[in-house]
Every structure is written in C-alpha cells, then in structure tokens.
C-alpha cells in the first residue's frame, strides 16, 4: 500500500505514521527526518537545507525530490510506503506521480489530516522532540519527567522551527503551497480527509478506516 500523508505543520502526520508502520508493516519516509539527520551530519545537502529550515520556508523541489527518488528506489519500499511530508508542492506531486510511474507503482490513499490554523500554533509552540523519535507536548502529551523522553530516557529538545515566527511562515507557505494539493489529489479521485482534532487514537482509527 502506497500512502501520503497530507496536512499542516503540526497536523500530527509524523506520530501517525509511526503508529502506522507496526500495522501496515512498510516504512514511514518523511523528508523533515532525512533532511534533519542531513543538518546533523553536517552534509553538503544538510548545510544548504539549514538556512530555508531555520527560516520556516520549503528546501528546493529539486533537493526533497532527489532524496524521495532514492529512498523510493530502497528495499523496504517494495511492499509499500508512508509518505510523511512529501509531497509538499504541486511540483513535487508531479514527479512523484512520474517517478512511480516508472517503476509500475502508483499512489493508493492521500490521507488529508484537517486542522484548523488556531490549533496549530499551540500544537507546535509546546512540541518537544526526542532522537529516538518520540513527541511530546507540554500541555496535551506530557513527557512523566519534564524534558525527558519517557521512552529512550534521553533529554527532550525543541526544534528550531517550532519557534513561533519560523512556524508562521511554515503555516503560511502550507496555505500557498501545499493546501493546493487537496485539489490536485482529491480531482484523482485519491483523497480521503480525515478531521485531526481528535485524540491521536481516534485519529488513527480513521486513517486506518479510510484506507481499508
Ligand atoms: P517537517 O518535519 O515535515 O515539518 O519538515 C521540516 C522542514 O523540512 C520544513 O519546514 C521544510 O523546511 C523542510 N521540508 C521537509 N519536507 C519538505 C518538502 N517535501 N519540501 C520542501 N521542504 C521540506
């Protein structure tokens, strides 16, 4: 099964996904994860892509459409894939359909997680983050000890894009960027939306009806 997972900054994609990964065995592939292990190891992609992430704003099409069509290419994507963040453009949409094309695949479910914009600040401006790829939230999902990761143990951090100018921008670009996709799948008859207010449970359990 071949699975995009559409929505806001803060829509709660990536906790998705990972509930995701267990039931549906395939992996979850999100750009922001490569992109940041690339800042971390100080690549020559992780450099470039630094300066648009600090600032909030999308790294180039020509950069996440690389790393999508190599990771895609990748074993474990043989029975399938959670696209977490990618598409982000209609471009992008665009050379993803090409590429799986390609290779006889195509798209199954574009799930569109919905959220209105005055939950989304404070959904990312109390996020705190864990290497291991846990998420927590200060008010909504606390971490037992504060800034301790309730899983790995390790100490939680805050990135540097849920910092509350940057996610401005992020909502901004979303709106004229990426909500246009809602149009372009669901014109494919591959949209299903979804209402993202829930607990993340609920939320799950209607990801997981509308792709049965
Ligand atoms: P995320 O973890 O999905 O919120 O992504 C964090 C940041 O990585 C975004 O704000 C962008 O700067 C960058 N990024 C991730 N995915 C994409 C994408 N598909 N296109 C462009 N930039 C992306």
Same mark, same amino acid.
């Given at each position: 099964?071949?699975?995009?997972l559409?929505?806001?900054?803060? +829509?709660?994609?990536?906790?998705q996904?990972k ?17 940041? +292990?690339?800042v ?19 790294v180039? /099409? ?6 999508? /069509? ?11 894939f ?19 094309e ?5 798209? /199954? ?17 109390g ?7 846990a998420?927590?939230?200060?008010i909504?999902n606390p971490?037992?000890v504060?800034?301790?990761c /309730?899983l ?5 951090y ?12 992020r ?7 990426? +909500?246009p ?16 207010t ?7 359990? +209607? ?6």
């Open positions: 099964m071949n699975l995009i559409l929505g806001p900054p803060g +829509a709660g994609k990536g906790t996904a509930k995701m990964i267990d039931a549906l065995q395939i992996p979850q592939i999100s750009t922001g994860d490569i992109l940041r +292990a690339a971390k190891g100080g690549t020559a992609m992780g450099i470039e892509a630094k300066k648009y992430m600090d600032a909030g704003q999308l180039p /099409d020509s950069v996440v459409i690389g790393i999508i /069509d190599d990771r895609l290419k990748e074993d474990d994507c043989v029975k399938g959670i696209l977490d963040g990618f598409p982000r453009t209609v471009d992008q949409a665009a050379s993803l359909a090409d590429m799986l390609k290779g006889g695949r195509k798209i /199954d479910h574009v799930v569109s997680i919905e959220v209105p914009d005055g939950d989304l600040l404070a959904r990312l401006t996020r705190w983050m864990c290497t291991c790829g998420s927590f939230h200060k909504f971490s037992k504060d800034e301790v /309730d790995c143990g390790a100490n939680l805050q990135r540097d894009d849920d910092k509350e100018a940057a996610i401005k921008v909502l901004e670009n979303y709106h004229n960027q990426t +909500a996709l809602i149009d372009f799948y669901n014109s494919r008859s591959l949209l299903r939306s979804i209402p993202g829930g607990s993340p449970d609920d939320i799950y359990t +209607a990801i997981m009806a509308v792709i049965d």
